[in-house]
Protein backbone atom coordinates (compact mmCIF):
# COMPACT_ATOMS: atom_id res chain seq x y z
CA UNK A 1 0.00 0.00 0.00
CA UNK A 2 2.33 2.14 0.96
CA UNK A 3 4.51 1.40 -1.95
CA UNK A 4 1.91 2.57 -4.54
CA UNK A 5 1.46 5.51 -2.65
CA UNK A 6 5.37 6.51 -2.63
CA UNK A 7 5.30 5.97 -6.49
CA UNK A 8 1.87 8.06 -7.16
CA UNK A 9 4.17 10.76 -5.53
CA UNK A 10 6.88 10.15 -7.53
CA UNK A 11 4.72 10.14 -10.69
CA UNK A 12 3.08 13.82 -9.28
CA UNK A 13 6.25 14.95 -8.69
CA UNK A 14 6.85 14.61 -12.53
CA UNK A 15 3.77 15.89 -13.84
CA UNK A 16 4.36 19.08 -11.91
CA UNK A 17 8.18 19.23 -13.34
CA UNK A 18 7.14 18.57 -16.94
CA UNK A 19 4.33 21.24 -16.79
CA UNK A 20 7.04 23.77 -14.98
CA UNK A 21 9.81 22.58 -18.16
CA UNK A 22 6.93 23.40 -20.87
CA UNK A 23 6.05 26.70 -18.82
CA UNK A 24 9.80 27.93 -18.49
CA UNK A 25 10.09 27.46 -22.72
CA UNK A 26 6.71 29.74 -22.70
CA UNK A 27 8.27 32.44 -20.83
CA UNK A 28 11.13 32.63 -22.57
CA UNK A 29 9.25 34.14 -25.59
CA UNK A 30 9.12 37.60 -23.52
CA UNK A 31 12.49 39.02 -22.27
CA UNK A 32 10.57 40.61 -19.59
CA UNK A 33 9.15 37.35 -17.96
CA UNK A 34 12.56 35.44 -19.17
CA UNK A 35 13.91 34.77 -16.24
CA UNK A 36 10.69 33.42 -14.33
CA UNK A 37 11.42 30.67 -16.88
CA UNK A 38 14.62 30.11 -15.87
CA UNK A 39 12.79 29.80 -12.07
CA UNK A 40 10.50 27.44 -13.30
CA UNK A 41 12.75 25.28 -15.12
CA UNK A 42 14.38 25.16 -11.54
CA UNK A 43 11.97 24.60 -9.84
CA UNK A 44 10.67 21.54 -12.01
CA UNK A 45 14.31 19.98 -11.88
CA UNK A 46 14.67 19.98 -8.30
CA UNK A 47 11.00 18.10 -7.71
CA UNK A 48 11.93 15.52 -10.30
CA UNK A 49 15.19 15.07 -8.81
CA UNK A 50 13.50 14.60 -4.87
CA UNK A 51 10.70 12.84 -6.25
CA UNK A 52 13.30 10.24 -7.95
CA UNK A 53 15.20 9.74 -4.56
CA UNK A 54 11.97 8.80 -3.06
CA UNK A 55 11.84 5.80 -5.45
CA UNK A 56 11.85 2.43 -3.62
CA UNK A 57 14.03 0.27 -6.11
CA UNK A 58 17.39 2.49 -4.98
CA UNK A 59 19.17 0.67 -2.31
CA UNK A 60 22.22 2.48 -2.26
CA UNK A 61 22.31 6.88 -1.98
CA UNK A 62 26.34 7.42 -1.15
CA UNK A 63 27.13 7.45 -4.74
CA UNK A 64 24.62 9.45 -5.96
CA UNK A 65 25.09 11.93 -3.30
CA UNK A 66 28.85 11.84 -4.01
CA UNK A 67 27.77 12.43 -7.81
CA UNK A 68 25.24 14.90 -7.16
CA UNK A 69 27.93 16.97 -4.57
CA UNK A 70 30.65 16.98 -7.89
CA UNK A 71 28.94 17.32 -10.22
CA UNK A 72 27.39 20.46 -8.68
CA UNK A 73 30.96 21.51 -7.66
CA UNK A 74 31.43 21.02 -11.62
CA UNK A 75 28.76 22.86 -12.96
CA UNK A 76 29.20 26.50 -10.74
CA UNK A 77 32.49 26.90 -12.93
CA UNK A 78 30.68 26.29 -15.69
CA UNK A 79 28.11 28.73 -14.97
CA UNK A 80 30.55 31.35 -14.56
CA UNK A 81 32.79 31.65 -17.67
CA UNK A 82 32.71 35.24 -19.60
CA UNK A 83 30.26 35.56 -22.01
CA UNK A 84 32.87 35.65 -24.58
CA UNK A 85 33.17 31.95 -23.59
CA UNK A 86 29.72 30.73 -24.17
CA UNK A 87 29.56 29.43 -27.16
CA UNK A 88 31.91 26.70 -26.09
CA UNK A 89 30.28 26.28 -23.08
CA UNK A 90 27.40 25.27 -24.78
CA UNK A 91 29.71 22.72 -26.78
CA UNK A 92 30.57 21.31 -23.71
CA UNK A 93 27.55 21.41 -21.95
CA UNK A 94 26.14 19.02 -25.49
CA UNK A 95 29.19 16.90 -24.72
CA UNK A 96 28.51 15.91 -20.54
CA UNK A 97 24.43 15.44 -21.50
CA UNK A 98 25.52 13.38 -24.17
CA UNK A 99 27.80 11.42 -22.18
CA UNK A 100 25.26 10.93 -19.29
CA UNK A 101 22.96 9.76 -21.66
CA UNK A 102 25.37 7.31 -23.71
CA UNK A 103 26.66 6.11 -20.30
CA UNK A 104 23.10 5.31 -19.04
CA UNK A 105 22.34 3.31 -22.48
CA UNK A 106 25.42 1.08 -22.13
CA UNK A 107 24.84 0.13 -18.64
CA UNK A 108 20.91 -0.65 -19.29
CA UNK A 109 22.47 -2.81 -22.43
CA UNK A 110 24.49 -4.68 -20.17
CA UNK A 111 22.68 -4.83 -17.43
CA UNK A 112 19.43 -6.52 -19.46
CA UNK A 113 20.97 -8.25 -22.04
CA UNK A 114 20.46 -11.09 -23.09
CA UNK A 115 16.49 -10.08 -22.87
CA UNK A 116 16.33 -6.90 -24.79
CA UNK A 117 12.76 -6.26 -25.87
CA UNK A 118 13.40 -5.65 -30.15
CA UNK A 119 11.73 -2.43 -29.93
CA UNK A 120 13.88 -1.34 -26.71
CA UNK A 121 16.63 -2.43 -28.25
CA UNK A 122 15.65 -0.04 -31.42
CA UNK A 123 15.52 2.92 -28.81
CA UNK A 124 18.59 1.74 -27.35
CA UNK A 125 20.78 1.55 -30.34
CA UNK A 126 19.51 5.35 -31.15
CA UNK A 127 20.11 6.62 -27.77
CA UNK A 128 24.02 5.19 -27.61
CA UNK A 129 24.59 5.94 -31.34
CA UNK A 130 23.27 9.57 -31.19
CA UNK A 131 24.88 10.16 -27.69
CA UNK A 132 28.19 9.22 -28.45
CA UNK A 133 27.93 11.17 -31.95
CA UNK A 134 27.39 13.91 -30.22
CA UNK A 135 29.65 13.30 -27.21
CA UNK A 136 33.12 13.42 -29.40
CA UNK A 137 31.34 16.06 -32.14
CA UNK A 138 30.19 18.56 -29.46
CA UNK A 139 33.89 17.69 -27.38
CA UNK A 140 35.33 18.91 -31.07
CA UNK A 141 33.34 21.88 -31.43
CA UNK A 142 34.62 22.95 -27.96
CA UNK A 143 37.36 22.52 -29.01
CA UNK A 144 37.70 24.44 -32.36
CA UNK A 145 35.83 27.11 -30.66
CA UNK A 146 38.12 27.75 -27.51
CA UNK A 147 40.94 27.50 -30.62
CA UNK A 148 42.64 24.37 -28.84
CA UNK A 149 41.95 22.97 -32.17
CA UNK A 150 42.64 24.47 -35.83
CA UNK A 151 39.36 26.57 -36.70
CA UNK A 152 39.98 26.25 -40.26
CA UNK A 153 37.70 23.43 -41.88
CA UNK A 154 40.04 20.35 -42.72
CA UNK A 155 39.03 17.93 -45.61
CA UNK A 156 40.31 15.61 -47.50
CA UNK A 157 39.42 13.42 -50.59
CA UNK A 158 36.62 10.48 -50.13
CA UNK A 159 35.78 12.82 -46.59
CA UNK A 160 31.86 11.75 -47.16
CA UNK A 161 32.78 8.69 -48.32
CA UNK A 162 34.11 7.45 -45.05
CA UNK A 163 31.19 9.35 -43.03
CA UNK A 164 28.84 7.99 -44.41
CA UNK A 165 30.28 4.69 -44.24
CA UNK A 166 31.01 5.04 -40.18
CA UNK A 167 26.85 5.78 -40.07
CA UNK A 168 25.90 3.07 -42.69
CA UNK A 169 27.84 0.68 -40.06
CA UNK A 170 26.31 2.12 -37.04
CA UNK A 171 23.18 1.33 -38.38
CA UNK A 172 23.95 -1.69 -40.03
CA UNK A 173 24.76 -3.05 -36.61
CA UNK A 174 22.41 -1.57 -34.83
CA UNK A 175 19.54 -3.01 -36.75
CA UNK A 176 21.69 -6.23 -36.38
CA UNK A 177 21.50 -5.97 -32.63
CA UNK A 178 17.87 -4.91 -33.06
CA UNK A 179 17.19 -8.72 -34.28
CA UNK A 180 19.68 -10.46 -32.30
CA UNK A 181 19.79 -8.45 -29.36
CA UNK A 182 21.51 -11.43 -27.61
CA UNK A 183 25.34 -10.80 -29.17
CA UNK A 184 26.22 -8.76 -26.66
CA UNK A 185 29.86 -8.58 -28.37
CA UNK A 186 28.53 -6.27 -31.36
CA UNK A 187 27.48 -3.59 -28.80
CA UNK A 188 30.56 -2.02 -28.58
CA UNK A 189 30.71 -1.63 -32.57
CA UNK A 190 27.23 0.91 -32.04
CA UNK A 191 29.51 2.65 -29.13
CA UNK A 192 32.50 3.00 -30.71
CA UNK A 193 31.91 3.93 -34.79
CA UNK A 194 29.59 6.65 -33.67
CA UNK A 195 32.91 8.13 -31.39
CA UNK A 196 34.88 8.32 -34.48
CA UNK A 197 32.00 9.88 -36.58
CA UNK A 198 31.44 12.57 -34.61
CA UNK A 199 35.37 13.48 -34.67
CA UNK A 200 35.23 12.97 -37.87
CA UNK A 201 31.81 15.14 -38.86
CA UNK A 202 33.45 18.35 -37.20
CA UNK A 203 36.63 18.02 -39.02
CA UNK A 204 35.41 19.78 -41.89
CA UNK A 205 33.48 22.44 -39.74
CA UNK A 206 34.60 25.95 -40.21
CA UNK A 207 33.76 28.12 -37.55
CA UNK A 208 31.04 30.13 -39.80
CA UNK A 209 29.61 27.15 -39.89
CA UNK A 210 29.32 26.66 -36.23
CA UNK A 211 25.84 28.28 -35.12
CA UNK A 212 24.13 25.36 -37.56
CA UNK A 213 26.38 22.81 -36.30
CA UNK A 214 25.86 23.60 -32.55
CA UNK A 215 22.09 23.70 -32.89
CA UNK A 216 22.14 20.26 -35.07
CA UNK A 217 24.42 19.19 -31.36
CA UNK A 218 21.57 20.33 -29.50
CA UNK A 219 18.69 18.94 -31.47
CA UNK A 220 20.82 15.71 -31.35
CA UNK A 221 21.65 15.57 -27.38
CA UNK A 222 17.77 16.48 -27.13
CA UNK A 223 16.98 13.18 -29.62
CA UNK A 224 18.65 11.12 -27.56
CA UNK A 225 17.49 12.01 -24.36
CA UNK A 226 13.94 11.31 -25.58
CA UNK A 227 15.13 7.84 -26.77
CA UNK A 228 16.54 7.11 -23.31
CA UNK A 229 12.91 7.63 -21.90
CA UNK A 230 11.61 5.28 -24.07
CA UNK A 231 14.20 3.04 -22.93
CA UNK A 232 12.83 3.63 -19.15
CA UNK A 233 9.48 4.65 -20.17
CA UNK A 234 9.57 7.38 -18.53
CA UNK A 235 7.28 10.04 -20.04
CA UNK A 236 9.70 13.08 -18.23
CA UNK A 237 12.69 12.28 -20.35
CA UNK A 238 10.78 11.90 -23.46
CA UNK A 239 8.78 15.61 -22.85
CA UNK A 240 11.90 17.09 -21.71
CA UNK A 241 14.32 15.54 -25.23
CA UNK A 242 11.36 16.03 -27.30
CA UNK A 243 11.16 19.80 -26.29
CA UNK A 244 15.12 19.84 -26.45
CA UNK A 245 15.17 18.37 -30.16
CA UNK A 246 12.83 20.56 -31.16
CA UNK A 247 14.60 23.66 -30.09
CA UNK A 248 17.67 22.15 -31.74
CA UNK A 249 15.91 21.55 -34.43
CA UNK A 250 13.96 25.06 -34.78
CA UNK A 251 17.84 26.69 -34.63
CA UNK A 252 19.35 24.29 -37.05
CA UNK A 253 16.68 25.90 -39.68
CA UNK A 254 17.05 29.10 -38.95
CA UNK A 255 20.71 28.90 -39.62
CA UNK A 256 20.68 26.98 -42.48
CA UNK A 257 18.13 29.42 -44.09
CA UNK A 258 19.94 32.40 -42.57
CA UNK A 259 23.62 30.85 -44.43
CA UNK A 260 20.88 30.18 -47.70
CA UNK A 261 22.42 26.36 -47.39
CA UNK A 262 20.68 22.79 -46.47
CA UNK A 263 21.75 20.45 -43.34
CA UNK A 264 23.41 18.13 -45.96
CA UNK A 265 25.41 20.84 -47.34
CA UNK A 266 26.61 22.00 -44.10
CA UNK A 267 27.45 18.55 -43.07
CA UNK A 268 29.10 17.28 -46.05
CA UNK A 269 30.27 20.61 -47.98
CA UNK A 270 32.71 21.82 -45.96
CA UNK A 271 33.06 25.76 -46.39
CA UNK A 272 35.69 27.88 -47.97
CA UNK A 273 37.57 25.15 -49.36
CA UNK A 274 36.25 25.10 -53.89
CA UNK A 275 36.70 28.99 -53.69
CA UNK A 276 39.59 29.89 -55.70
CA UNK A 277 37.86 32.66 -56.84
CA UNK A 278 39.93 35.15 -58.62
CA UNK A 279 39.09 38.74 -57.84
CA UNK A 280 41.00 39.50 -60.82
CA UNK A 281 39.68 43.28 -61.25
CA UNK A 282 39.78 43.31 -57.32
CA UNK A 283 43.59 44.92 -57.43
CA UNK A 284 42.69 48.43 -59.49
CA UNK A 285 39.66 48.76 -57.51
CA UNK A 286 39.85 51.28 -54.98
CA UNK A 287 38.95 51.47 -51.83
CA UNK A 288 38.25 55.34 -49.71
CA UNK A 289 39.80 55.10 -45.81
CA UNK A 290 39.20 57.29 -43.40
CA UNK A 291 40.59 58.44 -39.89
CA UNK A 292 39.01 58.09 -36.31
CA UNK A 293 37.91 61.73 -36.84
CA UNK A 294 36.22 61.82 -40.07
CA UNK A 295 34.21 58.74 -39.02
CA UNK A 296 33.56 60.97 -35.75
CA UNK A 297 32.66 63.73 -37.88
CA UNK A 298 30.30 61.85 -39.46
CA UNK A 299 28.80 59.73 -37.22
CA UNK A 300 28.06 62.80 -34.78
CA UNK A 301 26.55 64.94 -37.51
CA UNK A 302 24.04 61.67 -38.14
CA UNK A 303 20.76 61.39 -37.54
CA UNK A 304 20.00 57.27 -37.63
CA UNK A 305 22.96 55.52 -37.66
CA UNK A 306 22.48 51.25 -37.59
CA UNK A 307 25.34 49.20 -35.82
CA UNK A 308 26.27 45.79 -37.71
CA UNK A 309 28.53 44.13 -35.21
CA UNK A 310 29.99 40.39 -36.53
CA UNK A 311 32.28 37.80 -34.64
CA UNK A 312 35.08 40.61 -35.20
CA UNK A 313 33.26 42.25 -32.70
CA UNK A 314 33.61 39.45 -30.30
CA UNK A 315 37.55 38.49 -30.94
CA UNK A 316 38.34 41.90 -30.52
CA UNK A 317 36.04 42.18 -27.18
CA UNK A 318 34.89 45.22 -28.45
CA UNK A 319 31.27 45.56 -27.29
CA UNK A 320 32.08 47.86 -24.09
CA UNK A 321 33.74 50.35 -26.36
CA UNK A 322 30.36 49.89 -28.30
CA UNK A 323 28.73 50.62 -25.61
CA UNK A 324 30.67 53.55 -25.13
CA UNK A 325 29.99 54.53 -28.63
CA UNK A 326 26.43 54.31 -28.52
CA UNK A 327 26.01 56.21 -25.17
CA UNK A 328 28.40 59.24 -26.52
CA UNK A 329 26.02 59.19 -30.17
CA UNK A 330 22.85 58.65 -27.93
CA UNK A 331 23.92 61.85 -25.77
CA UNK A 332 24.23 63.94 -29.18
CA UNK A 333 20.50 62.88 -29.87
CA UNK A 334 21.85 60.43 -33.01
CA UNK A 335 19.32 57.45 -33.26
CA UNK A 336 21.65 54.70 -32.73
CA UNK A 337 20.14 50.86 -33.66
CA UNK A 338 22.10 47.34 -33.55
CA UNK A 339 21.62 45.15 -37.03
CA UNK A 340 21.81 41.58 -35.87
CA UNK A 341 22.46 38.59 -38.73
CA UNK A 342 20.71 35.03 -37.32
CA UNK A 343 24.38 33.85 -38.12
CA UNK A 344 26.88 36.56 -36.82
CA UNK A 345 29.07 35.25 -34.16
CA UNK A 346 29.68 31.25 -33.34
CA UNK A 347 26.50 30.42 -32.21
CA UNK A 348 22.67 31.53 -32.37
CA UNK A 349 22.16 34.62 -30.29
CA UNK A 350 25.67 35.46 -29.55
CA UNK A 351 25.99 38.68 -30.39
CA UNK A 352 22.71 39.90 -28.86
CA UNK A 353 24.41 38.33 -25.31
CA UNK A 354 27.33 40.34 -26.15
CA UNK A 355 25.71 43.58 -26.38
CA UNK A 356 22.96 43.21 -23.47
CA UNK A 357 26.14 42.30 -21.62
CA UNK A 358 27.69 45.73 -22.54
CA UNK A 359 24.63 46.95 -21.09
CA UNK A 360 23.13 48.11 -24.14
CA UNK A 361 19.05 47.69 -24.51
CA UNK A 362 17.57 45.05 -26.27
CA UNK A 363 14.81 47.25 -27.55
CA UNK A 364 17.72 48.66 -29.93
CA UNK A 365 18.82 45.31 -30.88
CA UNK A 366 16.90 44.56 -34.46
CA UNK A 367 17.04 41.39 -36.47
CA UNK A 368 17.23 41.02 -40.04
CA UNK A 369 14.08 41.32 -40.67
CA UNK A 370 13.46 44.73 -38.88
CA UNK A 371 16.91 45.61 -39.59
CA UNK A 372 16.89 45.68 -43.13
CA UNK A 373 13.70 47.98 -44.28
CA UNK A 374 15.33 50.58 -42.02
CA UNK A 375 18.74 50.80 -44.11
CA UNK A 376 17.39 53.20 -46.87
CA UNK A 377 16.59 55.34 -44.33
CA UNK A 378 19.64 55.31 -42.39
CA UNK A 379 22.50 58.09 -42.87
CA UNK A 380 25.72 55.63 -41.35
CA UNK A 381 25.69 51.74 -41.06
CA UNK A 382 28.79 50.96 -39.36
CA UNK A 383 29.89 47.57 -39.54
CA UNK A 384 32.32 46.33 -36.80
CA UNK A 385 33.91 42.91 -37.30
CA UNK A 386 31.09 41.14 -39.63
CA UNK A 387 31.72 40.32 -43.75
CA UNK A 388 29.93 38.09 -45.32
CA UNK A 389 26.97 38.48 -43.76
CA UNK A 390 27.07 42.09 -45.32
CA UNK A 391 28.43 40.98 -48.89
CA UNK A 392 26.12 42.90 -51.30
CA UNK A 393 27.32 39.79 -53.89
CA UNK A 394 24.37 37.48 -52.21
CA UNK A 395 21.79 39.84 -53.41
CA UNK A 396 23.63 40.18 -57.14
CA UNK A 397 26.29 37.81 -58.22
CA UNK A 398 24.84 34.51 -59.02
CA UNK A 399 28.25 33.46 -59.44
CA UNK A 400 29.32 33.84 -55.72
CA UNK A 401 29.36 31.39 -53.15
CA UNK A 402 27.63 33.21 -50.94
CA UNK A 403 24.56 34.09 -53.70
CA UNK A 404 21.07 34.08 -51.85
CA UNK A 405 22.04 34.40 -48.79
CA UNK A 406 20.02 36.54 -46.62
CA UNK A 407 21.66 39.87 -46.03
CA UNK A 408 22.27 43.05 -44.31
CA UNK A 409 21.76 45.65 -46.74
CA UNK A 410 24.23 47.69 -45.10
CA UNK A 411 24.68 49.20 -49.18
CA UNK A 412 21.45 51.01 -48.79
CA UNK A 413 22.38 53.07 -46.03
CA UNK A 414 23.44 56.81 -47.36
CA UNK A 415 26.99 56.19 -45.79
CA UNK A 416 28.94 53.09 -44.91
CA UNK A 417 31.38 52.51 -42.42
CA UNK A 418 33.42 49.33 -42.11
CA UNK A 419 36.12 48.69 -39.04
CA UNK A 420 38.45 45.95 -40.62
CA UNK A 421 41.76 45.07 -39.83
CA UNK A 422 42.95 44.66 -43.58
CA UNK A 423 42.13 43.67 -46.81
CA UNK A 424 42.00 40.23 -46.14
CA UNK A 425 38.68 38.47 -47.57
CA UNK A 426 36.24 36.77 -44.87
CA UNK A 427 36.15 33.20 -43.38
CA UNK A 428 34.87 32.47 -46.75
CA UNK A 429 37.60 33.89 -48.81
CA UNK A 430 34.70 35.98 -50.26
CA UNK A 431 35.69 39.19 -52.18
CA UNK A 432 33.31 41.83 -50.59
CA UNK A 433 32.59 44.24 -53.37
CA UNK A 434 30.95 46.45 -50.61
CA UNK A 435 34.44 47.84 -49.66
CA UNK A 436 34.41 49.54 -52.96
CA UNK A 437 31.23 51.52 -53.28
CA UNK A 438 31.77 55.22 -53.46
CA UNK A 439 29.64 55.47 -50.10
CA UNK A 440 32.54 52.78 -48.17
CA UNK A 441 34.48 54.73 -46.17
CA UNK A 442 37.10 52.04 -44.34
CA UNK A 443 38.50 52.15 -41.22
CA UNK A 444 41.17 50.03 -40.83
CA UNK A 445 42.68 49.13 -37.28
CA UNK A 446 41.71 46.80 -34.25
CA UNK A 447 37.63 46.95 -33.26
CA UNK A 448 38.05 47.71 -29.67
CA UNK A 449 40.90 50.52 -30.78
CA UNK A 450 39.54 52.23 -33.36
CA UNK A 451 35.95 52.37 -31.73
CA UNK A 452 37.74 53.82 -28.93
CA UNK A 453 39.65 56.04 -30.75
CA UNK A 454 36.11 57.87 -32.55
CA UNK A 455 34.38 58.22 -28.66
CA UNK A 456 37.44 60.06 -27.66
CA UNK A 457 36.76 61.98 -30.82
CA UNK A 458 33.45 62.38 -30.55
CA UNK A 459 34.10 63.37 -26.45
CA UNK A 460 37.08 66.47 -27.68
CA UNK A 461 35.24 67.10 -30.33
CA UNK A 462 31.91 68.27 -30.19
CA UNK A 463 31.29 68.24 -26.22
CA UNK A 464 31.44 72.38 -25.80
CA UNK A 465 32.78 71.12 -22.28
CA UNK B 1 3.93 -3.16 -22.57
CA UNK B 2 3.14 -2.77 -25.70
CA UNK B 3 0.26 -0.48 -24.44
CA UNK B 4 3.20 1.56 -22.88
CA UNK B 5 4.95 1.88 -26.17
CA UNK B 6 2.35 3.47 -28.20
CA UNK B 7 1.28 5.78 -25.00
CA UNK B 8 4.99 6.90 -24.98
CA UNK B 9 5.26 7.29 -28.79
CA UNK B 10 1.81 9.56 -28.50
CA UNK B 11 3.54 11.58 -25.92
CA UNK B 12 6.54 12.11 -27.57
CA UNK B 13 4.70 13.56 -31.06
CA UNK B 14 2.76 15.67 -28.95
CA UNK B 15 5.46 16.90 -26.89
CA UNK B 16 7.59 17.74 -30.21
CA UNK B 17 4.70 19.41 -31.57
CA UNK B 18 4.10 21.76 -28.02
CA UNK B 19 7.88 22.25 -28.68
CA UNK B 20 7.39 23.47 -32.12
CA UNK B 21 4.63 25.60 -31.37
CA UNK B 22 6.28 27.35 -28.04
CA UNK B 23 9.62 27.52 -29.65
CA UNK B 24 8.92 29.47 -32.44
CA UNK B 25 7.87 32.20 -30.90
CA UNK B 26 11.16 32.77 -28.97
CA UNK B 27 12.60 35.69 -30.53
CA UNK B 28 16.13 35.89 -32.15
CA UNK B 29 17.13 38.32 -29.29
CA UNK B 30 17.31 35.68 -26.58
CA UNK B 31 18.76 31.99 -28.64
CA UNK B 32 21.56 31.89 -26.86
CA UNK B 33 19.96 31.72 -23.19
CA UNK B 34 17.32 29.39 -24.90
CA UNK B 35 20.04 27.12 -26.29
CA UNK B 36 21.59 27.18 -22.25
CA UNK B 37 18.12 26.70 -20.61
CA UNK B 38 16.96 23.10 -22.85
CA UNK B 39 20.52 22.14 -21.87
CA UNK B 40 19.53 22.22 -18.20
CA UNK B 41 16.02 20.87 -18.83
CA UNK B 42 18.00 18.01 -21.14
CA UNK B 43 19.73 16.98 -17.95
CA UNK B 44 16.82 15.87 -16.61
CA UNK B 45 18.45 12.57 -17.65
CA UNK B 46 19.95 12.74 -14.50
CA UNK B 47 16.87 11.07 -13.21
CA UNK B 48 17.94 7.48 -15.20
CA UNK B 49 21.22 7.88 -13.82
CA UNK B 50 20.09 8.21 -10.48
CA UNK B 51 18.00 4.97 -10.90
CA UNK B 52 20.69 3.23 -12.64
CA UNK B 53 23.01 4.24 -9.77
CA UNK B 54 20.63 3.58 -6.77
CA UNK B 55 19.84 -0.45 -7.91
CA UNK B 56 23.37 -1.15 -7.75
CA UNK B 57 22.88 -4.10 -9.65
CA UNK B 58 26.81 -4.51 -11.10
CA UNK B 59 29.92 -2.46 -10.05
CA UNK B 60 30.56 -1.29 -13.64
CA UNK B 61 26.27 0.16 -13.45
CA UNK B 62 27.50 1.86 -10.63
CA UNK B 63 30.55 3.36 -12.20
CA UNK B 64 29.06 4.46 -15.43
CA UNK B 65 26.06 5.76 -13.06
CA UNK B 66 27.70 7.98 -11.01
CA UNK B 67 29.64 9.30 -14.08
CA UNK B 68 26.67 10.40 -15.69
CA UNK B 69 25.34 12.01 -12.79
CA UNK B 70 28.04 14.06 -12.31
CA UNK B 71 28.09 15.15 -16.12
CA UNK B 72 24.75 15.67 -15.68
CA UNK B 73 24.36 17.44 -12.50
CA UNK B 74 27.13 19.98 -13.83
CA UNK B 75 25.06 20.40 -16.98
CA UNK B 76 21.93 21.62 -14.43
CA UNK B 77 23.78 23.62 -12.21
CA UNK B 78 25.75 25.38 -14.89
CA UNK B 79 23.29 25.61 -17.74
CA UNK B 80 20.78 27.37 -14.67
CA UNK B 81 23.29 29.96 -13.28
CA UNK B 82 24.51 30.97 -16.88
CA UNK B 83 21.01 31.16 -18.06
CA UNK B 84 20.06 33.39 -15.50
CA UNK B 85 22.92 35.17 -15.72
CA UNK B 86 22.41 36.25 -19.28
CA UNK B 87 18.65 36.77 -18.79
CA UNK B 88 19.79 39.25 -15.93
CA UNK B 89 22.07 41.28 -18.70
CA UNK B 90 18.85 42.06 -20.91
CA UNK B 91 17.28 45.24 -20.01
CA UNK B 92 14.91 48.03 -22.07
CA UNK B 93 16.12 51.46 -22.12
CA UNK B 94 14.49 53.45 -19.85
CA UNK B 95 14.63 57.52 -19.57
CA UNK B 96 17.13 56.93 -16.52
CA UNK B 97 20.37 58.28 -17.66
CA UNK B 98 22.08 60.71 -14.99
Wanted: hydrophobic share 50%; net charge neutral.
Amino acid sequence: MTQISTQTIIEITYLIATALFILALKWMSNPARARHGVWAGELGMLLAICGTLLNSGIVDYKWIAIALVLGSIIGVPLGMVHMTAVPQRTALSHCFGALCVTLVGASEFYLRTPEVPRFTMGVLSMEVILGSLTFTGSLMAAGKLQELLPQRPITYKGQNFVNLSLLAVSIGVAVFLVIHPDRAAFFPVILGVPLVLGVMMIIPIGGADMPTVISLLNSYAGLSAAAMGFVLDSKLLIIAGALDGASGFILSVNMSKAMNRSFTNVIFGAFGQEQKHVAAGAEERTVRSASAEEAAQILGAASKVMIVPGYGMAVAQAQHKVRELYDALTKKGVDVRFGIHPVAGRMPGHMNVLLAEADIPYDKLMDLDEANPEFPQTDVALVIGANDVTNPAARTDAGSPIYGMPILDVDKAHTVMVVKRGMSPGFAGIDNPLYYLDRTLMLFGDAKAFVGAIVRELAGGGGHG
Amino acid sequence: MKFDLITDLYVFMLAAFIGFEVIRRISPLLHTPLMSLTNALDAIAVVGAILLTGRHESPLSVVLGTIAIVAATSNVVGGFLITDRMLKMFKTSRPQKP
